[in-house]
């Protein structure tokens, strides 16, 4: 039976986004703090409400 594939991309493009980045940009990637996705503009809404509601105070 087929399920869903893993939300955050195919694992071996995964890990060769890590490694590329690890080696060429000094970073420290893991696959479990990577994530692929098609465009820009819902990474960036999804982060904007992590943040927002992780920093944010009301007065």
């Known amino acids: 039976m ?4 893993d939300p955050r991309g195919h694992i071996d493009f995964r890990q060769a986004i890590a ?9 420290n990637i893991t ?3 990577l994530c692929i996705s098609r465009g820009a503009k819902w990474p960036c ?4 409400n992590v ?6 105070i009301f007065l």
């Not at 087929?2 to 594939?5: F, R, S, V």
């Not at 809404?45 to 904007?48: G, M, N, T, V």
């Not at 943040?51 to 944010?56: A, H, L, S």
């Open 2 to 5: 087929m399920g869903y594939a």
């Open 19 to 27: 490694d590329m980045l690890n080696q060429e940009r000094n970073m």
């Open 31 to 33: 696959l479990d703090n």
């Open 45 to 48: 809404i999804l982060l904007h």
């Open 51 to 56: 943040y927002w509601r992780r920093t944010t």
